[in-house]
């Protein structure tokens, strides 16, 4: 079974604080997404690696940022948390290849004070 | 107007009710379509994957594709109280420019079966 971690399931940050989100998958996927998840918007898309190093922005980028050194790894970074990046943040991975599902993670719940 | 229309109900049926969860698409490049269960506090996981027009059914779950119409279903036969959750259709056009995929979900539709 696939399987994708993300390191908190809940997390409280400060206003301008700088905030790392990260994201492991233990099936060798090649693509790696961020998501944020709220209330009558559903999901859109923040940034997705294609491989390691390389990145594209998505739908709502601003505000964000990646990185993904390691082909299982995919970090998104908050470069100075806001009260409307308040969310549930969602990693999900999957094979080469646009016809692919992607497999999500259990999110990460972030409120930002 | 959105790209893909979910009705967000929510849905309440009594258990051992037929489901049917339903998502209109405008884009006809959509090519590629799944249906998500997430449960409360819990990430979307990866129920039905299709990717041409006709009927795939797995256990109790038949997902449907018209794409002449531009219609998707995913029906639930012998609804049991633990189907209750948010169903989410997502659609891919595949790989195309730069889209490398995109996934265009739904609002998703929270279904409730009650005892």
């Known amino acids: 079974d696939v399987k994708v971690t993300q390191s908190s399931r809940y997390l409280v940050k400060r206003t301008g604080e700088k905030v790392f989100l990260e994201c492991v998958q233990d099936?060798?996927?090649?693509?790696m997404f961020w998501y944020r998840q709220d209330p009558g918007l559903g999901l859109r898309l923040i940034y997705f690696?294609?491989?390691?190093?390389?990145?594209e922005k998505g739908d709502i980028p601003e505000g964000y940022s990646v990185s993904r050194e390691k082909k299982e790894r995919f970090s998104l970074i908050l470069e100075s948390a806001s009260t409307n990046q308040t969310s549930m943040y969602l990693c999900?991975?999957?094979?080469?290849?646009?016809?692919?599902?992607?497999?999500f993670g259990d999110g990460t719940r972030l409120s930002i004070l | 107007q959105k790209e893909v229309e979910q009705d967000p109900g929510p849905l309440s049926v009594p258990e051992g009710a037929i489901v049917s969860l339903n998502c209109t698409y405008s884009?006809?490049?959509?090519?590629?379509f799944m249906w998500y269960r997430q449960y409360s506090r819990k990430g979307p996981e990866l129920l039905m994957y299709t990717y041409s027009s006709g009927n795939k059914e797995d256990g109790r779950f038949t997902a449907q594709v018209d794409k002449s119409s531009k219609y998707i279903s995913l029906f639930i036969r012998d609804s049991q109280p633990s189907d209750s959750a948010t169903y989410l259709c997502a659609m891919s056009a595949g790989a195309g420019g730069t889209s490398y995929g995109k996934l265009t979900f739904g609002q998703g539709t929270i279904l409730t079966v009650h005892p």
């Open positions: 690696s294609y491989d390691v190093k390389m990145k």
């Open positions: 884009n006809s490049a959509f090519q590629y």
């Open positions: 099936m060798d996927h090649e693509n």
């Open positions: 999900a991975s999957r094979l080469l290849g646009a016809w692919q599902p992607q497999h």
